[in-house]
């Protein structure tokens, strides 16, 4: 049977198979489209973890070569609690491989469930299975795509995965101990990047396991399209938003949907592992864009291109906004005290005795103290003593993520609850995007530590007092 599909969108194309028993398709590759040594390889994009403040284990092996990604400054805020580490880090840059490792759809096989096992015992073909019945499966073999790169994104830290992912808590935390069971797929998706310009990405639902294989068992999602192909989704599901109007000063959150195994868009199901499919939407494709937001369920991963990296801040601007801010002079109204935002070298530890602290409700912004409490309405309620506005209590951390950051403005603006400082359109784009969380909910979270926002905006304009000299 030839499959055929809509390129755009990522499904089989007539070109990429063959029929059963025919000989070998030709691959076509290109000289100088690999990597010659010493040459700077090409960046494709980086991915960023929202609210990267999990505790990651041990990872031993060593980072790839052609997977590379800048470590981060400050625990809770750009990198990992337990520091980046290999695979395991909040951000990873995906560059252009020294060898193609890409793939595409070759041939289709219809075959009886009991002899699955041994169609795919060939661990170097990489292959699809859908088991439609007890009876009844089909395979979908892949051959070598020499024009894509190929990159893994999971939870499991076996070798094909470039970029191993863990959850992370609403409150910012991260999932421990026994009880606290993963829902983050151990090979959850995969992002194809075409080796030529404009090197575009695509992501696809599902990762090829250490057979390269990809199973999907009898109750999840399948279908085939009317085209007589096949196509899935995963347990959990991989859902994708890119921004409307791009990632910069005037973007607005987009529409959350779900991508397919083979990276046709639907809209969202009833709730996460529905075996019901959303719809088709046919408008719409998988490539990802700068800003695109990729939810793991259980983990959320930014999409920052090369070109808009460049229009993001660079750490060297966020290091001359704090201490032009210090340079200010702000001081507590009341004690009269001088703040100062403590430098990202020192770690987010406890806070300074100059940090500055916010009341989140006002904006207010005080040098610590002790009073002013309202237990009976819960341990972080305070009483603002400049307008008398009751509300949580806490210290301002700059935002040290420049990723995350739409613009290069000025820290005037705090998260409610968590008191991470950014630019006023940093805040209000996060506050008004909701992510997505467990089956069917979604909430707006801190980009910087993944704590639900609150209040009626979700974040707060600070209020500083100058020096009274």
């Known amino acids: 049977m030839v499959l055929e599909g809509n390129p755009e969108v990522g499904s089989p194309r007539t070109s990429d198979l063959r029929h059963p028993g025919s000989q070998g398709s030709c691959v076509l590759s290109s000289p100088g489209e690999d990597a010659q040594p010493g ?32 470590r981060a400054h400050s625990c809770y805020n750009g990198c990992l609690a337990s520091g980046d580490k290999g695979r395991r880090r909040s951000r990873l840059a995906l560059s252009r491989r020294p060898h193609a ?30 088991t439609l019945s007890r009876s009844h499966s089909v395979i979908v073999e892949y051959t070598h795509d020499s024009d894509t790169d190929m990159f893994q994104i999971g939870r499991s830290t076996e070798n094909m995965i470039d970029f191993v992912v863990t959850d992370t808590s609403p409150g910012g935390g991260a999932a421990e101990g026994p009880s606290a069971q993963s829902t983050i797929s151990r090979y959850a998706c995969r992002i194809l990047c075409d080796r030529r310009p404009p090197y575009t990405a695509r992501i696809y ?4 396991d250490a057979s390269s294989n990809i199973f999907l068992g009898e109750r999840a999602a399948k279908w085939r399209t009317p085209d007589g192909l096949m196509d899935g989704l995963t347990t959990n599901g991989v859902l994708v938003m890119h921004p409307a109007g791009g990632f910069s000063e005037d973007s607005a959150p987009g529409v959350w949907r779900e991508i397919s195994v083979c990276g046709n868009v639907y809209t969202l199901r009833d709730s996460r592992s529905a075996q019901q499919r959303g719809k088709l939407v046919e408008n719409e494709s998988n490539v990802l864009q700068d800003g695109s937001l990729i939810d793991l369920c259980g983990a959320t991963l930014l999409w920052r291109t090369p070109a808009g990296l460049l229009r993001a801040p660079t750490l060297k601007q966020l290091e001359a906004q704090r ?60 009483e603002c003593p400049l307008c008398r506005l009751v509300g949580p209590y806490v210290p301002l951390w700059l935002g040290q993520e ?15 609850p968590c008191g991470h400082v950014c630019s006023e359109k940093t805040a209000r784009y996060w506050a008004q995007t ?25 974040c707060v304009r600070l209020i500083f007092q100058g020096p009274l000299d």
């Open 39 to 70: 040459e700077e390889p090409i960046k494709y994009g980086e991915l960023i973890v929202l609210g990267c403040c999990e505790e990651g284990g041990e990872e031993t092996e060593a980072q790839r070569g052609e997977v590379t990604g800048p």
């Open 434 to 458: 909701p992510l997505p969380h467990g089956t069917h909910a979604f909430h707006a979270a801190c980009p910087f530590c993944g704590a639900w926002l609150t209040g009626e905006h979700g």
């Open 101 to 130: 490792n890409g793939v595409k759809p070759d041939v289709m096989h219809h075959i009886s469930t009991p002899l699955i096992s041994k169609a795919l015992s060939n661990r170097g073909q990489h292959s699809i299975s859908y």
């Open 205 to 208: 639902a599902a990762g090829f």
């Open 402 to 416: 420049a990723g995350l950051c739409l613009d290069p403005g000025p820290p005037s603006h705090a998260f409610a």
């Open 323 to 382: 201490q032009e801010a210090n340079a200010a002079r702000p001081q507590c109204p009341v004690g009269l005290s001088t703040l100062a935002f403590p430098s990202p070298a020192r770690g987010r530890t406890a806070p300074d005795k100059q940090q500055p602290w916010v009341y989140v409700r006002c904006g207010h912004v005080h040098g610590y103290h002790g009073w002013g409490c309202r237990r009976e309405r819960g341990p972080q309620e305070r």
